[in-house]
């Protein structure tokens, strides 16, 4: 084998390495690993890898383009085109279109709030802890007294609104401003009766060192729906759900189908 044979060889190899490893920075999924991002993701196991380095970088930066993020994460730009279509789809990610310069606008994208609310908080755990300061500066009175000011407030606002309501109309109001709140509500109709769900309790860091609360929340549920209430199922007591019981007179109007203190109150 002759010298130039040896060099033409060297070169076709070192052209075959290069385009390999080209390719890897692309295709492999630890190139989607920026050198200064932490050994563990903050996100939520579903939004690990690619998808989840896309979301850290939103995060840092407020708005990128398609193209900064596939040149900051070494990714293709159909990749990332990818992931942001379902992340989008997932309502974690939205866009806006921007004027960089002459041509067509970009498209920047950013997190939404459901995105933002992926990375840690601790706003439960502040808020419980203000609420025990509270508690040992001006009493536990003090502190259920708020609560169902609270609770009152919104019910004033829902009854303006409410003034000579259907039942049904006041189930959808509730269910909206219950949901609007973070508690996944649900109506589902029985026997002469409706059962309201909520699926998810938004406050229940402090409801559990707070359990007042959670009669405020049937109070207030027996005021603005102008029916009898009795809770059925409550988390708080190792339920999958807070469930209650709602009959509505039959006239429309609030006679003997009183709120059920007693059987509230034995079960919180």
């Not at 989840?52 to 840092?60: A, F, I, P, S, V």
């Not at 706003?123 to 040992?136: G, I, K, P, W």
């Amino acid at each position: 084998m002759t010298a130039r044979t040896y060099v033409i060889r060297a070169k076709v190899l070192a052209f075959t390495l290069t385009n390999a490893d080209q390719e890897a920075r692309i295709t492999s999924p630890m190139a989607s690993l920026p050198l200064h991002l932490p050994s563990h993701s903050p996100l939520p196991a579903a939004y690990h890898g690619p998808r989840g380095d896309l979301l850290l970088e939103l995060k840092r930066a407020g708005h990128l383009t398609a193209r900064d993020l596939a040149t900051k994460l070494g990714l293709s730009l159909n990749a990332v085109r990818h992931h942001l279509k379902e992340l989008e789809a997932e309502g974690v990610v939205t866009y806006r279109r921007e004027q960089r310069g002459v041509g067509a606008p970009t498209f920047a994208y950013h997190l939404t709030v459901e995105g933002e609310g992926l990375f840690p908080q601790r706003q439960a755990e502040l808020l419980t802890e203000v609420l025990e300061r509270l508690e040992a500066q001006s009493g536990r009175g003090a502190i259920v007294s708020a609560m169902e000011t609270r609770f009152a407030d919104l019910a004033h606002k829902l009854q303006a609104e409410l003034a000579g309501a259907s039942p049904s109309r006041r189930r959808e109001v509730v269910r909206q401003a219950l949901t609007d709140g973070g508690f996944m509500a649900e109506w589902t109709e029985g026997l002469g009766e409706y059962k309201l769900t909520e699926h998810h309790c938004a406050i229940r860091a402090v409801a559990e060192r707070f359990p007042e609360i959670c009669e405020a929340e049937t109070k207030f549920l027996h005021e603005v729906l102008a029916a009898a209430v009795e809770r059925e199922a409550h988390i708080l007591r190792g339920c999958t759900a807070c469930e209650y019981k709602v009959r509505f007179p039959e006239t429309g109007e609030l006679t003997d189908l009183t709120w059920n203190r007693e059987s509230n109150e034995e079960s919180v």
